[in-house]
């Protein structure tokens, strides 16, 4: 029984590595996209840290106004001074306006990371599989 558990959870785990890597390859592709394509606009900041100085294990969020929308964005270390203190801010956006990010955003590391982890969840699959059909 306990076996029998183990290899539940073993495959709620991978299928869940799986699902995060997929959402990670199609954000980072829609970012590319919108760093490509994207078109160059300022938006209004209406939340932002007070300063840079004491940032965090956390990063803090910032909401963003464009186009009568309002963005809540995670604040990376190295985007807080384009926010902080600052009543507009600018951004790239698709053609549809409703994602916005920031100017150097997207980042092709992002791509490697989540192929990685997809790669990893197979192998375990993979693994996991041929060990029970091995054992039969």
Same mark, same amino acid.
């Given at each position: 029984m306990?076996?029998?558990?183990? !290899?539940?959870?073993?495959f %709620?785990? =991978?299928?869940?590595?799986?699902?995060?890597?997929? +959402?990670?390859?199609?954000?980072?592709y829609?970012?590319?996209?919108?760093?490509?394509? *994207?078109?160059?606009? /300022?938006?209004? =900041?209406?939340?932002?840290?007070?300063?840079? @100085?004491?940032?965090?294990?956390r990063?803090?969020?910032?909401?963003?106004? %464009?186009? !009568?929308?309002? %963005?809540?964005?995670?604040i990376?270390? @190295?985007?807080?001074?384009? /926010?902080? $203190?600052?009543?507009?801010?600018?951004?790239?956006?698709?053609?549809?306006?409703n994602?916005?990010? %920031?100017?150097?955003?997207?980042d092709?590391? $992002?791509?490697?990371? *989540?192929?990685?982890?997809?790669? +990893? *969840?197979? =192998?375990?699959? =993979?693994?996991?599989?041929?060990?029970?059909?091995k054992?039969?």
């Amino acid at each position: 029984m306990k076996k029998n558990w183990l !290899n539940i959870f073993l495959f %709620f785990s =991978v299928a869940l590595m799986i699902i995060i890597s997929i +959402i990670t390859i199609i954000k980072t592709y829609e970012k590319k996209i919108i760093s490509e394509k *994207g078109i160059e606009v /300022v938006a209004e =900041v209406i939340t932002a840290p007070n300063t840079c @100085d004491n940032y965090r294990r956390r990063p803090p969020y910032s909401k963003i106004k %464009f186009n !009568n929308k309002i %963005f809540i964005k995670k604040i990376e270390k @190295d985007y807080c001074h384009w /926010v902080s $203190q600052k009543k507009t801010v600018k951004m790239l956006t698709n053609e549809k306006k409703n994602t916005l990010i %920031f100017v150097n955003e997207y980042d092709p590391n $992002q791509f490697v990371f *989540g192929v990685l982890l997809m790669i +990893i *969840g197979i =192998v375990i699959s =993979v693994k996991k599989l041929y060990d029970m059909r091995k054992s039969k």
